[in-house]
């Protein structure tokens, strides 16, 4: 923490605010520019394990995965939307970043690929397919690509992760991951320097998840030697509520269960799965609590799609899970290709910027601090992340 002069805050507000705009609307720009960008070399590519960020479809050409703010060095996932007012062009040696003709950003920046991407596991298989740069020292396993609840006809009407597999998986070398090329994968990233690691993917078969994420936490602590991985285990609300003793007993030391919608009404349209074959909201809600229970306050994280209800609704249910010693994380809702919901327009930058706004209050209120947030997390990348931070006077100079 250190003391930040009152104009250098103005500025890094700024482009909180800027970053907050291009998540919303995107940017448009020619695929052909990024033939000058060395990327799966000195830079690192978009890897489209879980979620397709972009709104349109690109299977064989390679994007990078982020850029950065100048000035705090704030990372923003680059979200592909021809249609935007916001356009990215390569001109004179350099990519620049416009607003309908003015310039917003000259230079712009792109994440540095760590080393780990150009490894292989064991049996041959890319360790960048297998855990994915999330910054801030965060590395993010998908163990499935696919989720169970499509061929149910139950799946989120906001998710596009099995529309990813088709498009991304083959082209990418993206399939399911044993424990075993986890924890290779999970090494070779902490040697580099990372240290932390979220597990996560779509539906399977409840037991069948307890196992495997028992096998792969047994997997990394044997190949990083570490007792204490700082791992977070990303699940769906069990019907046996017992199962979050195994994941603590496994050396999981935060776990996840995301909500995603908080009215109940709500949430049984827009998630009929989650409410249908996990015991409905007040199971999922239950679930939590015990979350609570086994791993202690600020060590519960669950993940909310803001933008699809209503504001007074979701801020409702933000802090109060906040007030419980929930780490809420508002996930802005893109309306990604191959959802249900594709064509809908997310709110305004406005909107979004005031639920990050008072997300960072509850923060704040509640005590939470930067580690518990980070270490909870899969990507402490959000706009309300920023500003918590920069009211906390914590300048992060390396994203990742």
Not at 33 to 57: C, K, W
Not at 169 to 192: C, D, H, L, M, N
Not at 197 to 221: C, K, L, N
Not at 353 to 380: M, P, Q
Request: proline letters at 4%; hydrophobic letters at 35%.
């Amino acid at each position: 923490m250190g003391i930040i002069s009152e104009e250098r805050k103005q500025k890094l507000r700024y482009e909180i605010y800027l970053k907050n705009r291009i998540l919303v609307e995107g940017v448009s720009f020619n695929p052909e520019i990024f033939r000058n960008l060395d990327l799966g070399g000195e830079y690192t590519e978009q890897v489209n394990v879980l979620f397709s960020q972009d709104r349109h479809a690109h299977g064989e050409i390679e994007f990078p995965g982020a850029l950065f703010t100048p000035e705090g060095k704030y990372i923003i996932l680059l979200r592909w939307n021809q249609d935007s007012p916001l356009s990215l062009r390569y001109e004179d040696a350099q990519f620049n970043l416009y607003d309908k003709g003015k310039v917003l950003i000259e230079k712009v920046q792109f994440g540095k690929r760590p080393h780990y991407y150009g490894l292989k596991t064991s049996d041959g298989t890319v360790m960048r397919t297998v855990a994915v740069d999330y910054g801030y020292g965060a590395m993010f396993i998908a163990y499935s690509n696919e989720c169970t609840l499509k061929e149910k006809g139950l799946e989120c009407l906001f998710c596009n992760i099995n529309t990813t597999k088709a498009i991304y998986s083959e082209a990418q070398g993206i399939k399911w991951k044993t424990p075993r090329q986890v924890g290779e994968t999970v090494a070779a990233g902490y040697r580099e320097g990372f240290d932390h690691v979220t597990v996560s993917g779509g539906f399977v078969p409840e037991r069948r998840e307890v196992e495997y994420y028992i096998d792969v936490a047994e997997a990394i602590q044997d190949h990083t030697g570490l007792g204490d991985f700082n791992g977070t285990a990303c699940i769906g609300a069990p019907l046996d509520l017992s199962v979050f003793e195994k994941y603590k007993e496994a050396g999981y030391r935060t776990i996840a269960t995301n909500l995603e919608v908080w009215n109940d009404k709500m949430f049984e349209v827009i998630c009929p799965g989650k409410s249908q074959l996990c015991g409905g909201r007040k199971n999922w809600l239950a679930a939590i609590d015990e979350e609570l229970q086994v791993f202690g306050k600020h060590h519960v994280r669950s993940t909310f799609v803001t933008g699809i209800e209503p504001k007074q609704s979701i801020l409702e249910g933000l802090e109060y899970l906040s007030e419980k010693g929930v780490v809420v994380v508002p996930s802005q809702w893109y309306v990604n290709v191959g959802s249900s919901l594709e064509g809908c327009r997310t709110p305004t930058p406005e909107w979004h910027l005031e639920v990050f706004e008072k997300v960072a209050g509850f923060y704040r209120k509640y005590g939470f601090t930067w580690d518990e947030i980070r270490n909870t997390c899969a990507s402490a990348d959000l706009p309300s992340h920023d500003l918590f931070r920069l009211d906390q006077g914590i300048l992060l100079e390396k994203a990742s």
